[in-house]
């Protein structure tokens, strides 16, 4: 009985850390990607929010822009609407992205 229940036990703890991991990678996918992209344009985000946006932001410039063909606009309208870091993480993102995908110059402020 004691068996059976350590084996029960160790499925639950693994079945929960795969768990943890499959949903830590679907968050954010590309996180890699646009943090290089981010990094490039010099740009430091200041919060985890701000680079959530960001992320989300540079995405749907490429999108808007031409780049990304079948891929939808990320973003999250709650974060959006609620969190002025995200807010502006992904108005920057998305003008930085863009401009880079249609060749143009980055705006000077």
Same mark, same amino acid.
């Given at each position: 009985? @004691? &068996? +059976?229940? @350590?084996? @029960?036990? %160790?499925?639950?703890?693994?079945? &929960? =850390? $795969?768990?943890?991991?499959? %949903? #830590?990678? *679907?968050?954010?996918?590309?996180? #890699?990607?646009?943090?290089?992209?981010?990094?490039?344009?010099?740009?430091?985000?200041? *919060?985890?929010?701000?680079? $959530? &946006?960001? /992320?989300? &932001?540079?995405? *749907?410039?490429?999108?808007?822009?031409?780049?990304? $063909?079948?891929?939808?606009? /990320?973003?999250?309208?709650?974060?959006? %609407?609620? *969190?002025?870091?995200?807010? /502006?993480?992904?108005?920057?993102?998305?003008?930085?992205? +863009? /401009?880079? =995908? @249609?060749?143009?110059?980055?705006?000077?402020?």
């Amino acid at each position: 009985m @004691r &068996g +059976f229940i @350590r084996q @029960r036990a %160790a499925m639950a703890i693994a079945t &929960g =850390v $795969l768990v943890g991991i499959m %949903a #830590g990678c *679907s968050h954010d996918p590309d996180r #890699g990607y646009y943090d290089l992209v981010m990094k490039r344009a010099g740009v430091q985000a200041p *919060s985890e929010e701000y680079a $959530l &946006g960001w /992320r989300h &932001g540079c995405h *749907s410039g490429e999108y808007a822009g031409g780049l990304l $063909l079948g891929h939808a606009k /990320r973003k999250d309208e709650t974060l959006y %609407a609620g *969190s002025g870091d995200y807010m /502006r993480g992904w108005d920057d993102g998305y003008v930085v992205c +863009f /401009r880079r =995908v @249609r060749g143009l110059k980055p705006q000077r402020d």
